[in-house]
């Protein structure tokens, strides 16, 4: 078993063409233009609900979510903008979602924190804290059942630590050796109080205990992130069992998008070096440019690009109808 | 019953085994998950042989964790399983509250009915086994609350059969409670394949000067009341829901304005629950047809006792109602 940090992924990232490279540099400028979009769109009141923004931890979704299969399967969280779009999902149905229109991925039944799709195996997003872990073990235990190859990410942040479930399923996922891997997005703020207030001892000490081997990353840099991911999918892939990643990351946003005076929990200088010095975004396109995978030009391009798409999946969900009020009594049962 | 080739005569117990066995040999995705369910066959030895049948990959022993192997029946019902969740007891239906009701339930509409979740949980409601205030109750009010869940309430063993059958084949989670007191209540099953379709009560016995409406273990009580009474010149109808969620609204009113009297029993708690739901349903579906106010019969609004005395005391009896049916006809 191995536990505990492994050394800065210098070496993680070699033999990687620089298609999948800038693939990944694609999809966390992705989810970083949608998360704003969604920003805008909420404090302009063109957005009901709640709005819990993934920017600043895009290395992490797009870094485990480029290491699956298509037909693998993911659960997310409130914050699971990020997941969905890293697992496949179209912004513009997404988009859609958001704004409870028709033609959005839940039909606008779920929203900002249901969001779920099969055709990407995203068993979907849960706003229980720590209510997936169910879900996500229990798709493993069927993969391993019907003997496919099927491997679950079960996303979840430090908040669920405090949750049962989460070591209840730790527990029978070890026992039936089952092929999923708990990955824990520390952004250090369980909603408005930092994680060292809630979590006693080692949080990766609480895996080991189940005889899981547990690992943490720094999830700011995605070469790191994609590597240990490709390992544990691989080794769950090979019938070795459950995992456990602990990643190190950072909520840019508060909680959730009204949450704009942070500064009684957390103070302005942090966020500000956790921009200037730790961005996911930032650090892949440095080191791109500086091993000459790729141009300034290049990824100047593809944030254009996607910029593009993302304005045109919001204008799809803006004119797009709202579903028919008789609809609301469908799907209450299969 | 419709007519049968061959009948014999099953408990309870056999029969639910029968149903979820048959349902193993048709169905490679149904598989039964929870505690001491392998070779102990549950304490109630309701599952006793199917480990010997099925082996341990289909019948399977959890530890002691509810809400891991209950959140577990969720995830594998939507990746294309069909698990039959045992919970021990109809008490710890509180520890997966939050699998029932926030996932399994929600999945398929929160998901616009891109996912669903074919699952069944069974598991037990019932007093007067001595078993204290952990181990007595009767929640299926609870779950009838829930939209997106069905609940299955068997009082024979000719249902027990054929709504586990429907339960096990339905596309949405289903709570199956049986009362532990009836396990070794035998009845005619035939043999060859049936199913009860949700939301179709059953006429347990006709009649015409009132009409009993009584759920699971209440059954057994109102017949044996509606005996009495017959002894007293009464005529009591007794109509068992089957399931209250879907809940044959139709039958039921259609039988209080026949009768134009109705008690309403159930085992769990009166206050908000099973009994003011189908009483509800009837004082407004049969409202210029009855001649009393309905009347309900449930357990006592107490944490069930340990003492016999007192658990009895707690319990709906035939004497209840009897003495209520005969006030209401005036006889």
């Not at chain 1, 430090?158 to 089952?178: D, H, S, V």
């Not at chain 1, 000459?292 to 969900?317: G, M, N, R």
């Not at chain 2, 007093?127 to 009010?141: F, T, V």
């Amino acid at each position: 078993m191995t536990t505990g940090s492994r050394p800065a992924a210098a070496e993680a990232g070699r033999g990687i063409g620089p298609e999948k490279w800038l693939r990944m540099y694609r999809g966390m400028q992705m989810i970083r233009l949608f998360e704003e979009q969604v920003n805008d769109l909420y404090t302009r009141a063109v957005m009901p609900g709640l709005a819990h923004l993934y920017i600043g931890e895009e290395a992490v979704a797009v870094g485990i979510c480029e290491a699956l299969h298509s037909d693998d399967y993911i659960t997310s969280t409130h914050r699971g903008h990020g997941h969905c779009l890293a697992k496949g999902a179209s912004p513009d149905r997404m988009f859609a979602e958001l704004l409870g229109k028709e033609a959005g991925y839940c039909r606008g039944k779920g929203g900002s924190m249901h969001i779920a799709d099969p055709a990407s195996g995203n068993l979907g997003a849960n706003a229980i804290v720590g209510g997936s872990a169910g879900i996500a073990t229990g798709a493993a235990f069927s993969a391993k059942y019907r003997g496919t190859k099927q491997v679950t990410i079960c996303f979840f942040g430090e908040g669920a630590l405090g949750q049962g479930l989460l070591y209840e399923t730790m527990n029978l996922a070890r026992l039936w050796n089952l092929p999923v891997i708990y990955v824990c997005e520390n952004n250090m703020y369980n909603e408005y109080t930092h994680f060292s207030e809630t979590t006693a001892g080692e949080i990766l000490a609480r895996p080991a205990a189940f005889g899981i081997p547990a690992e943490s990353v720094d999830g700011q840099d995605i070469r790191a992130v994609h590597d240990v991911a490709t390992r544990l999918i691989g080794q769950a892939r090979a019938g070795m069992g459950p995992s456990f990643l602990l990643v190190s990351t950072y909520r840019y946003h508060g909680h959730h998008v009204g949450d704009i005076s942070r500064d009684y929990y957390r103070a302005k200088q942090e966020e500000q070096r956790w921009r200037a010095e730790r961005d996911p975004i930032k650090i892949l396109g440095d080191w791109l440019v500086g091993e000459k995978i790729a141009t300034q030009a290049q990824l100047d391009e593809i944030q254009s690009k996607a910029k593009l798409e993302i304005v045109s999946a919001v204008d799809f969900a803006l004119k797009a109808p709202y579903p028919a009020v008789g609809e609301v009594g469908e799907d209450v049962y299969a | 019953m419709p007519e049968a080739v061959a009948v014999r005569e099953l408990t309870m117990a056999e029969a639910v085994r029968e149903a979820i066995s048959e349902e193993m040999r048709r169905d490679p995705t149904v598989f039964v998950m929870g505690e001491d369910v392998a070779e102990a066959g549950t304490p109630f030895k309701v599952l006793s042989g199917m480990v010997e049948e099925f082996g341990k990959s289909r019948i399977i022993d959890t530890p002691i964790s509810e809400p891991g192997f209950t959140g577990i029946g969720v995830g594998a019902a939507m990746t294309g399983l069909r698990p039959v969740i045992d919970i021990m007891f109809g008490d710890f239906l509180t520890l997966v509250m939050d699998q029932l009701v926030n996932q399994a339930a929600k999945v398929h509409y929160m998901s616009g009915g891109a996912w669903k979740v074919p699952m069944v949980l069974r598991t037990t409601l019932g007093a007067s086994r001595r078993s204290a205030a952990q181990h007595s109750q009767s929640l299926q009010a609870w779950l009838s609350h829930v939209p997106g869940l069905k609940v299955a309430l068997p009082s024979t063993p000719y249902d027990a059969k054929g709504l586990m059958k429907t339960a096990i084949r339905d596309d949405n989670p289903v709570i199956f409670m049986e009362d532990k007191m009836m396990f070794r209540l035998k009845g005619p099953v035939p043999v060859e394949d049936y199913a009860i379709p949700f939301g179709s009560a059953d006429v347990k016995r006709e009649g015409e000067d009132i009409t009993i409406v009584a759920t699971s273990s209440m059954v057994q009580v109102a017949l044996g009341a509606a005996k009495q009474l017959e002894e007293a010149g009464i005529s009591a109808e007794v109509v068992d829901p089957r399931t209250t969620s879907p809940l044959d609204e139709k039958t039921l009113i259609e039988s209080a304005k026949k009768t134009s009297r109705v008690i309403v029993m159930d085992e769990g708690y009166e206050r908000y629950g099973v009994t003011a739901e189908i009483a509800s349903v009837i004082a407004t579906g049969a409202f210029y047809d009855l001649d009393a106010p309905v009347r309900r019969i449930a357990a006592m609004h107490v944490p069930i006792p340990f003492s016999p005395p007192l658990e009895d005391a707690t319990i709906p009896t035939e004497k209840m109602v009897v003495d209520a049916a005969r006030a209401m006809c005036k006889r």
